[in-house]
C-alpha cells in the first residue's frame, strides 16, 4: 500500500552475479512473521525481514526496496541451528534483528502439548553483526509477536501461553533483560506493534486460547 492508499505489488528479485542483473528470487519463499526497518541514513531505502519456513530449514530472509521501484532485492537468509521455530521478528539495524522462537519442539503433536501444558521452553534470538547468534531470553510460554519501541530501548514480546507482553531491555551484547511484563485474563496476546508516532504499545490477540490448535 502506497502513500495514496494505492495497492501496489512488489517483486520479489535477486541478483545473479555471472550476468550482473536481476532475476526472480529462486529460493523457497515461506513466510510467517515480518518486519520493515527504516532509518535516515538513507531515507530512501527500506529493510524487509521475513521469517521464512524454507522445506530446507527456516530463517530469516532479507531483502532490500528502493521507495519508488516495484521489486525487493533479496540480501541474504540467515539460519542457525537456534533458529529452528522462528514465529515472527523484529529489525534493530538494516541487518541486525530479534526473532522469537515460539516453542521447542517441532512436531505438530509435540507443539499441541507444548501449547496446551504452557511450557516455558520458548525464547528470543539475536542475530547480531558479523554473524552473531545468542540466546538473548528464554523461558517464555510461546513467544510469539515481538515489537521493538521507537527509541530501540525496549523490546516487546508477546507471551501467548502465559498469557501477557513481556518488556525488555537490550544489552549491549545483544541479550534481554526482563524489565516487566503486563499480564491479560480472558485474553491471549497475539501480534503486537509499536505506534512509532505515539509511542503507544499495540496488541491483538484472541479471546481464547483453544483457538491456537
Keep these: 500500500m502506497d502513500e495514496n492508499n494505492n495497492l501496489q505489488v512488489l517483486?520479489?528479485?535477486?541478483?545473479?552475479?555471472?550476468?550482473?542483473?536481476?532475476?526472480?528470487?529462486?529460493?523457497?519463499?515461506?513466510?510467517?512473521?515480518?518486519?520493515?526497518?527504516?532509518?535516515?541514513?538513507?531515507?530512501?531505502?527500506?529493510?524487509?525481514?521475513?521469517?521464512?519456513?524454507?522445506?530446507?530449514?527456516?530463517?530469516?530472509?532479507?531483502?532490500?526496496?528502493?521507495i519508488g521501484t516495484k521489486f525487493l532485492q533479496f540480501v541474504k537468509t540467515v539460519k542457525s541451528p537456534l533458529l529452528y521455530a522462528p514465529n515472527d521478528v523484529v529489525a534493530t539495524s538494516r541487518s541486525t534483528f530479534y526473532a522469537t522462537n515460539d516453542m521447542r519442539s517441532t512436531s505438530r503433536m509435540m507443539r499441541k502439548i507444548e501449547m496446551l501444558l504452557g511450557m516455558p521452553w520458548g525464547h528470543v534470538v539475536y542475530y547480531g553483526h558479523e554473524g552473531m547468534v545468542i540466546k538473548a531470553a528464554a523461558g517464555i510460554s510461546y513467544p510469539n509477536?515481538?515489537?521493538?519501541?521507537?527509541?530501540?530501548?525496549?523490546?516487546?514480546?508477546?507471551?501467548?501461553?502465559?498469557?501477557?507482553?513481556?518488556?525488555?531491555?537490550?544489552?549491549?551484547?545483544?541479550?534481554?533483560?526482563?524489565?516487566?511484563?503486563?499480564?491479560?485474563?480472558?485474553?491471549?496476546?497475539?501480534?503486537?506493534?509499536?505506534?512509532?508516532?505515539?509511542?503507544?504499545?499495540?496488541?491483538?490477540?484472541?479471546?481464547?486460547?483453544?483457538?491456537?490448535?
Excluded at 535516515?40 to 530449514?57: A, W
Excluded at 511484563?181 to 505506534?195: A, L, M, W, Y
Design 11 to 66: 517483486r520479489l528479485v535477486e541478483l545473479d552475479c555471472s550476468s550482473n542483473t536481476l532475476v526472480p528470487f529462486t529460493q523457497e519463499f515461506r513466510v510467517h512473521g515480518f518486519d520493515i526497518y527504516w532509518d535516515s541514513i538513507d531515507p530512501t531505502e527500506l529493510t524487509f525481514m521475513f521469517v521464512n519456513h524454507q522445506r530446507t530449514g527456516a530463517g530469516i530472509s532479507i531483502f532490500r526496496h528502493r
Design 145 to 213: 509477536g515481538i515489537a521493538r519501541s521507537a527509541d530501540g530501548n525496549t523490546i516487546f514480546v508477546a507471551a501467548s501461553s502465559e498469557p501477557s507482553v513481556n518488556m525488555y531491555r537490550p544489552r549491549l551484547d545483544g541479550s534481554l533483560e526482563l524489565v516487566g511484563k503486563t499480564v491479560f485474563r480472558n485474553f491471549v496476546p497475539d501480534n503486537v506493534s509499536v505506534d512509532t508516532a505515539t509511542g503507544q504499545v499495540l496488541v491483538s490477540g484472541k479471546l481464547r486460547g483453544i483457538v491456537f490448535m
